[in-house]
Every structure is written in C-alpha cells, then in structure tokens.
C-alpha cells in the first residue's frame, strides 16, 4: 500500500518506491524498480484513487475488536 499511495501522491521514480517494499518481498529491489518503470497515465491514476478511497472508507466502516 505505500507504493500505491506514493504513486498517487505523485512519485514516478522506481528507485525512489521500490524502496517501500514490504520487509517479506524475496523479490529484489531492481526487479522491482523494473517492474515500476512505467507510463503513469492520468485517467489510471485517477482510477487507482478512486480505489484507495473506496479501500480506506470500507476500511473505516469494518468495527475494530480491542
């Protein structure tokens, strides 16, 4: 999720969000910035927004259990 967020809050460099990785990814980082490496289109960021939103409001809807 913080690669996702950071792509829609505007970083485009692959060296800069393959390092949000998540500790368990076996995959390395240049494989990863590889996989990174794209053409962010707009209209595909903003869909990507639409589902994180979607995401943190179901989120905030589910009760937590102490």
Do not use: W
């Not at 076996?26 to 996989?35: G, I």
């Not at 639409?50 to 937590?64: F, G, H, K, N, T």
């Amino acid at each position: 999720m913080r690669i996702i967020r950071d792509i829609i809050a505007g970083e485009r460099r692959a060296e800069v969000l393959a390092k949000q990785r998540d500790i368990r990814c076996k995959e390395p980082v240049a494989t990863l910035e590889a996989a990174l490496t794209r053409n962010y289109r707009n209209e595909h960021v903003f869909a990507l927004r639409q589902a994180v939103e979607l995401y943190d409001y179901s989120r905030s809807m589910i009760p937590i259990k102490k």
